[in-house]
């Protein structure tokens, strides 16, 4: 029901836009989360956009450098991904939660809707 879109390899320094598209649920009633699992760790909540209020929240480790929007028609989510970053190197996944806490956004089991994945890798 939900399919992000957009990674691909790109150079340190460099800029992704990460998209999300929901079928079947209108994204519009959900806040919507992504998230990164790079390889032999845990996922982690990156960054989520709340859809009452629209509230944003990021993780420290991209403050400053990933954006998350959403477009007008509330049909898709975008994570811009800025100063990407070899660290930066994971499968990113958007999920959607009908309501979450704010202190408790970055909390993968909360939600439960995901995408599919999209690979992003940061390398010279």
């Known amino acids: 029901q939900l399919q992000a879109c957009g990674g691909g390899l790109v150079q340190p320094g460099g800029s992704l836009r990460l998209s999300c598209a929901a079928s079947?649920?209108?994204?519009?009633?959900?806040?919507i989360g992504w998230f990164r699992q790079a390889a032999g760790k845990e996922r982690e909540g990156v960054s989520c956009?709340?859809?009452?209020?629209?509230?944003?929240f990021y993780a420290e480790s991209v403050k400053g450098r990933f954006t998350i929007s959403r477009d007008n028609a509330k049909t898709t989510v975008y994570l811009q991904m800025n100063s990407l970053k070899p660290e930066d190197t994971a499968v990113y996944y958007c999920?959607?939660?009908?309501?979450?806490?704010?202190?408790?956004?970055?909390?993968?089991?909360?939600?439960?809707?995901w995408g599919q994945g999209t690979l992003v890798t940061v390398s010279s």
């Open positions: 079947g649920l209108s994204l519009a009633d959900y806040t």
């Open positions: 956009l709340r859809n009452r209020g629209g509230s944003t």
């Open positions: 999920a959607a939660v009908r309501r979450v806490i704010n202190s408790a956004w970055h909390l993968a089991h909360l939600y439960n809707y």
